[in-house]
């Protein structure tokens, strides 16, 4: 039996072919591919503008950039993320201020968010955990009353939508990633869908050293960039990935119905929401009962990979990590996201599952679970 890891991206062989007539064209760092699925972004976002970066960080970096977020300005964020979220705000010198989550959707809860914005509170960032869209109405409705900037943090929500419209074809500044193991991928990667007011020729200077050319062949450097580029080999992969996004989309959610069909109840998970409308279900995650356990999650994902199925954590409380504790967090500060963070694990999900993989995975998830009590 082979191991069955909780996630493997699907490419197909015109994409491969399409790398190997990339890196024959002896052009491989930023160049028409990167024009090209440019291009196929913008379409797919409705129009709005798209500029693909290295890295769904790198994309965060620049949005905040663009939004003028600096020393001595305060973000809103959720503790349950990627601590890439956080990162990024303290990397633009700003503090990241946290806001427990709602324990149903596990997305940042928007009844808290008021009660954080202060004087220095320049934006918020929520994050679309497993692909679940936060509430957009709500969020967007609270930074209007307040004159803040909503920076999405989409990175997990590629594919996703919002009472029919989809996630980064309307709002402020939205950041996806196409990591490995998001719904498309680039390999490494990621893009900024851009409102149509957005400075883009900005975006693309802090993208790459803060260079400016003119047509004389003059050059000049006005900001501080980065070196955010994505290359034309890593572009050639994420146009054909886009090119299957909904075929992926559709598959992730009928393997997602299935688990909620096949996972006994009587084990006593807490299961994700059941959005078949509004979620790509980048991830299928479960809440284990860790307190009618005995043995620890660590425990529970080695015995799992005794049926060799891999399964992840994602994600532990950010603010239990050492950096953010120096900075004077504790334990304790969030507690529905600290609870969720000790128990969550996610489940096996990708395009090229088979109904039995999921079948094992469930079988499996039932005879470890059953041994773990009392």
Same mark, same amino acid.
């Given at each position: !039996?082979?191991?069955?890891?909780?996630?493997?991206?699907?490419?197909?062989?015109?994409?491969?072919?399409?790398?190997?007539?990339?890196?024959?064209?002896?052009? =491989?760092?930023?160049?028409?591919?990167?024009?090209?699925?440019?291009? #196929?972004?913008?379409? %797919?976002?409705?129009?709005?503008?798209?500029?693909?970066?290295?890295?769904?960080?790198?994309?965060?970096?620049?949005?905040?950039?663009?939004?003028?977020?600096?020393?001595? $300005?305060?973000?809103?964020?959720?503790?349950?993320? %990627?601590?890439?979220?956080?990162?990024?705000?303290?990397?633009?010198?700003?503090?990241?201020?946290?806001? $427990?989550?709602?324990?149903?959707?596990?997305?940042?809860?928007? @009844? &808290?968010?008021?009660?954080?914005?202060?004087?220095?509170?320049?934006?918020?960032?929520?994050?679309?955990?497993?692909?679940?869209?936060? $509430?957009? $109405?709500?969020?967007?409705? +609270?930074?209007?009353?307040?004159?803040?900037?909503?920076?999405?943090?989409?990175?997990?929500?590629?594919?996703?939508? %919002?009472?029919?419209?989809? +996630?980064?074809?309307?709002?402020? =500044?939205?950041?996806?990633?196409?990591? /490995?193991?998001?719904?498309?991928?680039?390999?490494?990667?990621?893009?900024?869908?851009?409102?149509?007011? #957005? @400075?883009? /020729?900005?975006?693309? &200077?802090?993208?790459?050293?803060?260079?400016?050319?003119?047509?004389?062949?003059?050059?000049?450097?006005?900001?501080?960039?980065?070196?955010?580029?994505?290359? @034309?080999?890593?572009? &050639?992969?994420?146009?054909?990935?886009?090119?299957? +996004?909904? &075929?992926?989309?559709?598959?992730?959610?009928?393997?997602?119905?299935?688990?909620?069909?096949?996972?006994?109840?009587?084990?006593?998970?807490?299961?994700?929401?059941?959005?078949?409308?509004?979620?790509?279900?980048?991830?299928?995650?479960?809440? =284990?009962?860790? @307190?009618?356990?005995? +043995?620890?999650?660590?425990?529970?994902?080695?015995? !799992?990979?005794?049926?060799?199925?891999?399964?992840?954590?994602?994600?532990? /409380?950010?603010?239990?990590?050492?950096?953010?504790?120096?900075?004077?967090?504790?334990?304790?500060?969030?507690?529905?996201?600290?609870?969720?963070?000790?128990?969550?694990?996610?489940?096996? =999900?990708?395009?090229?599952?088979?109904?039995?993989?999921?079948?094992?995975?469930?079988?499996?998830?039932?005879?470890?679970?059953?041994?773990?009590?009392?």
């Amino acid at each position: !039996m082979s191991f069955l890891p909780f996630t493997r991206p699907s490419l197909d062989e015109e994409t491969i072919r399409g790398v190997v007539e990339v890196l024959r064209s002896g052009w =491989l760092t930023s160049g028409p591919q990167v024009d090209a699925f440019e291009a #196929a972004l913008s379409e %797919w976002f409705g129009g709005r503008p798209v500029r693909v970066f290295n890295s769904g960080t790198a994309a965060l970096e620049v949005a905040l950039a663009l939004a003028g977020i600096g020393p001595g $300005d305060e973000v809103i964020t959720t503790p349950l993320t %990627w601590v890439a979220t956080a990162n990024a705000i303290v990397h633009a010198g700003a503090k990241p201020v946290l806001v $427990d989550v709602d324990p149903a959707t596990r997305n940042i809860d928007c @009844d &808290r968010i008021e009660a954080a914005v202060g004087e220095r509170t320049r934006a918020v960032i929520p994050v679309d955990l497993a692909g679940l869209p936060a $509430d957009r $109405d709500r969020l967007y409705a +609270i930074a209007r009353g307040h004159g803040l900037r909503v920076i999405e943090d989409a990175a997990q929500a590629m594919g996703a939508s %919002w009472k029919g419209r989809r +996630i980064g074809a309307s709002g402020d =500044l939205v950041a996806f990633s196409f990591h /490995a193991n998001k719904n498309i991928t680039t390999g490494e990667g990621g893009c900024l869908s851009l409102p149509p007011d #957005a @400075d883009v /020729a900005l975006c693309e &200077r802090l993208r790459l050293q803060g260079v400016k050319r003119d047509p004389e062949g003059g050059m000049d450097v006005d900001v501080f960039g980065g070196k955010y580029n994505l290359t @034309d080999i890593a572009a &050639r992969i994420g146009l054909g990935q886009l090119a299957s +996004i909904e &075929r992926f989309t559709a598959r992730r959610r009928r393997l997602a119905r299935r688990y909620f069909e096949r996972i006994d109840p009587g084990l006593g998970c807490a299961m994700p929401p059941a959005d078949f409308e509004n979620s790509n279900w980048h991830m299928f995650q479960i809440l =284990l009962p860790v @307190d009618a356990m005995n +043995i620890s999650r660590g425990e529970f994902i080695r015995r !799992m990979r005794v049926h060799d199925i891999g399964v992840g954590v994602h994600y532990p /409380a950010l603010h239990l990590f050492s950096a953010y504790r120096a900075m004077g967090f504790r334990e304790g500060d969030f507690p529905h996201a600290e609870a969720i963070g000790r128990s969550i694990v996610s489940l096996p =999900l990708f395009p090229a599952m088979e109904e039995a993989d999921l079948d094992r995975v469930c079988a499996a998830l039932g005879e470890v679970l059953r041994s773990t009590r009392g």
